[in-house]
């Protein structure tokens, strides 16, 4: 399911900002980097184990866009959607 700062801020009663300065305090990372890395992550295992297309993944991901996502997996992978699937073909 995709998950947002908003979404956490909300699930635990605190506003976002609050949220994100005492994340950013505390593990030394933005919380939206978090995430996104959490998404890249997930992004590889359904690269690697699904035949999703990779547009589909972002969109099940929440990616507004297969531009955005390939831009975001790339920032945290260093290679593009379909370089990592052929990379790790089964």
């Known amino acids: 399911e995709p ?8 699930e635990l009663y605190l506003s ?3 949220l994100s300065k005492k994340f950013k305090a505390e593990t030394g990372e933005t919380l939206t980097d978090f995430i996104l890395q959490e ?4 992004a590889k295992r359904l690269l690697r184990y699904s ?3 990779a ?18 997996f790339k920032k945290y992978a260093g290679v593009t959607p379909n370089e990592y699937r052929e990379k790790h073909a089964r």
Not at 39 to 42: L, Q
């Open 39 to 42: 998404k890249t992550e997930e």
């Open 16 to 18: 976002r900002p609050y």
């Open 55 to 72: 547009a589909a993944i972002g969109a099940y991901l929440g990616f507004s866009s297969h531009g955005h996502f390939a831009k975001v």
């Open 51 to 53: 035949d999703k297309s």
């Open 3 to 10: 998950i947002s700062a908003e979404e956490i801020a909300r």
